[in-house]
């Protein structure tokens, strides 16, 4: 960012950064919360500028008068390699004036990021006392970087296993670990000699910046929380004029010699790049022949829940839905094309007990419902010829999801059983932020028809829904029987768990214990306990952001201060006969309260910001206390019952937790009946 504010400031040049005039940096203190290691951060900044200096030079002089200065910037550029995040155009940033002109202005951003890349390396290099151009990186590779991290888990087992294979390769090794506290300019002289890359994804990755125009940036990592980086990281590569080989393995520790050895060959090979042995190698390379470049219009299918050992993994996929790419459906077909044996392997597997088809009702309790469509699983031994085998001619380009609603009757059970399970399913799927739920391609549900028999409030569940995807279809929309199928880049057949059930001892040693996602017993329930908080807080942000309200929900207040709400039911159901009882008894305590909520009558929005508003939540027991996932985060619910729903007290502490807040389960013998002196010991707990 700052080297863009030099490069726009006037006078200065866009080519070299030089100014007319010098470039003064006066910097405000650092947060020291996250300040972590000055040092490279003051080495790198100082040779972009002329020179650095504190804030307090220039705006605490305490004279009689103001300083005068000829130039001054303020503010910072983009942060270049996040312009892949939809937000920026679409989302909650779109009002910022650097978008303000939408995908135009981040287009723009992304073309000039090349020209800046190129820029800060003429700077850099020349105040290093290094040539300021550089050589461009060759179709043949004699030379490999090997980038460690600075944590254990930033590195292989073992540097020397790259090594190893550099010479069992032939080539040249250079090796740069962030933990040797190599110089500045000795690492920038390191990445600007090498062909290739190479390194478990870490921050150190970013050397690629002052690589060789047109270097290849090889990050391996295990595919669980990196996910989201790659278009990052493709982004700072291609801004070099080089390119991204994402390599997703089981365990970056557990890769051997042999392993990093197929991964620089496959790597270079499927970048249409040769391996050419060092000068002083005595090594043959069989893997030097030329090597046909793919037609992009030639696909081929990949299955996410399988990694390259065929095995299944509940941090990436969890496998209570399937993820898929570059896949052709119909309404009784779905087809693979050239997937790999490891895929197919699993997909029979798992697809056996349906005779081959996906299930189109993936539920915890009721299978699969035979009137809904259940297309077979057709592998086909020929790459996906978009021109030849798809509907038009192309590939929708859309992150496609497929679900039926099931019992949106009541606040409890849209979320629980549709909404939640749909938002765990888009934080899963690839190249879809688990933050914002933004994804690199629009998400659409195809929605299957609901199951009449327990659906009641559609209108409601319609409005949730249209929240978490970008659009909501009829599946008849895409599972034609026209006479080619349709074509999709990404598809997602199936729902995530049903997190407030997670509590029932038949998940693991009932008859539910034997299920896919369940199969290696607590620890995968364990796992949904651990990540309901994280889909929680997305689910918070994506409909707050939807709804256009604030993305910060605050923390909820303790004691006299604290915002009290209490639920009524409309109707009298469920609902204390004096409804007038609580506020009296607020405000004699000096609590702040008020009655929610008629939802005949309010809409999502009106409901969602009444309880983000909220400290304290209390009601008698219902599936209106659902609610409390958009409360403040740590609010205290207090659950009011007359013992008969025992059974839901851990459901609803788990839904509790899941926003850091706290459940008190009150039970009292009647609730009608309840007065004064029950009220009041009842808000105590506040």
């Excluded at 996929?317 to 459906?329: D, K, L, P, R, T």
């Excluded at 349906?354 to 299978?367: A, Q, S, T, V």
């Excluded at 204390?576 to 609580?582: A, G, P």
Aim: glycine fraction near 6%; proline fraction near 5%; charged fraction near 25%.
């Amino acid at each position: 960012p700052e080297a863009a504010g030099i490069m726009y400031t006037p006078d200065c040049s866009r080519d070299t950064l030089e100014c007319n005039i010098p470039a003064v940096l006066y910097e405000f203190p650092a947060d020291p919360a996250h300040l972590q290691n000055e040092n490279p951060a003051a080495e790198a900044i100082t040779l972009l500028y002329d020179e650095l200096r504190d804030y307090k030079h220039i705006m605490e002089t305490g004279g009689m008068k103001p300083i005068c200065v000829r130039r001054l910037t303020w503010g910072r550029g983009p942060l270049f390699p996040q312009l892949d995040n939809k937000i920026y155009s679409e989302g909650i940033l779109a009002g910022h004036p650097l978008f303000r002109h939408g995908l135009a202005s981040v287009t723009h951003w992304k073309q000039m990021f090349p020209h800046i890349t190129m820029a800060l390396n003429r700077r850099i290099r020349t105040k290093l006392g290094l040539p300021p151009e550089r050589e461009e990186a060759l179709k043949t590779s004699s030379a490999v970087m090997h980038v460690s991290g600075n944590g254990d888990d930033q590195t292989f087992s073992d540097s020397s296993i790259v090594k190893q294979a550099c010479s069992n390769l032939g080539v040249n090794y250079i090796e740069c670990s962030q933990d040797s506290r190599e110089n500045f300019k000795t690492i920038v002289e390191k990445a600007s000699s090498a062909d290739v890359i190479v390194g478990v994804h870490s921050t150190g990755l970013t050397w690629a910046l002052f690589a060789r125009p047109g270097t290849l940036l090889v990050d391996v990592n295990s595919g669980k929380e990196e996910e989201s980086w790659a278009p990052v990281f493709s982004l700072i590569a291609e801004s070099n004029k080089g390119s991204l080989e994402w390599v997703r393995v089981a365990d970056t520790k557990k890769l051997t010699t042999p392993d990093i050895q197929n991964i620089l060959q496959s790597s270079i090979l499927n970048r249409s790049m040769k391996l050419v042995p060092s000068a002083d190698s005595s090594q043959q390379i069989e893997t030097t022949k030329p090597v046909e470049v793919v037609d992009p219009n030639k696909l081929r299918s990949k299955l996410y829940d399988v990694d390259d050992l065929g095995e299944h993994h509940i941090a990436t996929s969890i496998n209570e839905w399937i993820h898929f790419e570059n896949v052709a459906i119909t309404t009784d077909k779905l087809f693979l094309y050239d997937a790999s044996p490891e895929a197919r392997k699993i997909l029979q597997q798992d697809l056996q007990p349906f005779n081959g088809k996906l299930p189109p009702y993936k539920r915890f309790f009721n299978g699969v419902r035979k009137d809904l469509p259940q297309p077979s699983v057709v592998f086909v031994d020929k790459p996906l010829n978009v021109k030849e085998d798809c509907e038009s001619g192309s590939v929708r380009e859309e992150t496609a999801f497929f679900n039926t609603r099931w019992h949106t009757d009541n606040m409890f059970h849209l979320h629980n059983d549709n909404v939640l399970a749909e938002t765990a399913a888009i934080m899963m799927s690839p190249g879809c932020s688990k933050d914002t739920l933004e994804c690199d391609r629009p998400t659409v549900l195809y929605d299957f028809p609901a199951d009449p028999v327990r659906l009641r409030k559609e209108i409601l569940a319609a409005e949730a829904i249209k929240l978490i995807f970008d659009e909501v279809r009829g599946y008849t929309h895409i599972m034609k029987n026209g006479d080619k199928p349709v074509c999709v880049r990404r598809l997602t057949w199936g729902r995530g768990p049903l997190f407030n059930y997670l509590t029932f001892p038949k998940y693991t040693d009932g008859k539910l214990a034997n299920r896919r996602i369940f199969r290696q017993g607590d620890s995968s329930v364990e796992y949904w306990k651990r990540t309901y908080p994280e889909v929680t807080r997305s689910l918070n942000r994506r409909v707050r952001a939807k709804l256009g309200l604030s993305l910060d929900r605050g923390k909820a207040q303790k004691g006299v201060a604290a915002f009290v709400m209490n639920i009524q039911r409309m109707g009298g159901l469920r609902s204390f006969s004096n409804k007038n009882l609580v506020k009296s008894e607020c405000d004699k305590m000096g609590l702040k309260c008020m009655d929610c909520c008629d939802w005949n009558k309010e809409s999502f929005k009106t409901s969602i910001e009444k309880f983000s508003n909220a400290d304290v939540i209390m009601g008698v027991h219902g599936a209106g206390l659902a609610h409390i996932l958009y409360a403040k985060p740590g609010a205290l619910v207090i659950d009011i019952t007359n013992g008969k729903e025992e059974a839901w007290l851990p459901i609803f502490r788990l839904m509790v937790e899941s926003n850091e807040g706290r459940l008190e389960w009150v039970k009292i013998r009647d609730y009608k009946q309840a007065n004064a002196e029950t009220i009041k010991n009842i808000l105590k707990l506040v």
